[in-house]
């Protein structure tokens, strides 16, 4: 097994533990950015980005997983989640406008 399969493998794993209703890994990034624009909180986070399948409502969504805590972001990808590519940063608002 190649070494991005047997990885896909392992972290879809980790992802079921968090959401057993994950089924699939649709791709992963190797290092995600995420900005929280909290003066006191701003900080540079090195996590994965994960695009999967559900096999419950709603059945895409993706997963940010933070290596330095417990603390992951889950988002699903529904008709109130609002995208903008401004190249290199894809930025989201979702229906709390978060």
Wanted: proline share 4%; glycine share 6%; hydrophobic share 40%.
């Amino acid at each position: 097994m190649e070494g991005t399969n047997a990885g896909h493998l392992m972290s879809l794993a980790a992802l079921q533990r968090q959401d057993p209703y994950i089924n699939r890994l649709l791709d992963v990034t190797g290092q995600v950015a995420l900005y929280n624009f909290n003066a006191k909180s701003n900080e540079w986070i090195k996590i994965l980005l994960f695009c999967v399948v559900r096999s419950a409502t709603p059945h895409h969504g993706f997963t940010i997983m933070n290596r330095l805590s417990t603390e992951n972001l889950v988002e699903p990808i529904n008709k109130d989640l609002e995208f903008q590519l401004q190249d290199p940063f894809l930025l989201y608002k979702n229906g709390n406008c978060k």
